[in-house]
C-alpha cells in the first residue's frame, strides 16, 4: 500500500533553515509528481511546491518562492524539502502528497515551528 513518511520537522529561531524527507513506498515512485503541503493552525491546507516525476520541473506557492526548494531522489524513492529564511509565519504541519490511482495519499506530518 501507498505510505508516505515525513521527517525533520521541529523548532527552529527566524531566519534558520530546515530540511524535510518524504519516503514513500507502495508504489512506483519514479512515475509520480510529488508535492508538498502544509496546514497552519486554524487555516486551511496550502500547497507549498511540486516536483514533476523526473525531477525536471517545480513550482512553488509565491510566498515560498527563492526560500524553499523541493527536490527528489528516484533511487531513494525520497522527496525533500530545503526551507531557508523561516519565519514565524512558516509554523505549520508539513505534509507531502501523492496522487496515486485517483487517490491523494498524505504522510502524517511534521511540524515545523518558528519561534525565538
Known amino acids: 500500500q501507498v505510505q508516505l513518511v515525513e521527517s525533520g520537522g521541529g523548532l527552529v529561531q527566524p531566519g534558520g533553515s530546515l530540511r524535510l524527507s518524504c519516503a514513500a513506498s507502495g508504489f512506483t515512485f519514479s512515475y509520480y509528481a510529488m508535492s508538498w503541503y502544509r496546514q497552519a493552525p486554524g487555516k486551511e491546507r496550502e500547497l507549498v511546491a511540486t516536483i514533476t516525476n523526473g525531477g525536471g520541473s517545480t513550482s512553488y506557492a509565491d510566498s515560498m518562492k527563492g526560500r524553499f526548494t523541493i527536490s527528489r531522489d528516484n533511487a531513494k524513492n525520497m522527496v525533500y524539502l530545503q526551507m531557508n529564511s523561516l519565519n514565524p509565519e512558516d509554523t505549520a504541519v508539513y505534509y507531502c502528497?501523492?496522487?496515486?490511482?485517483?487517490?491523494?495519499?498524505w504522510g502524517q506530518g511534521t511540524q515545523v515551528t518558528v519561534s525565538s
Open positions: 502528497k501523492v496522487p496515486v490511482g485517483g487517490w491523494d495519499y
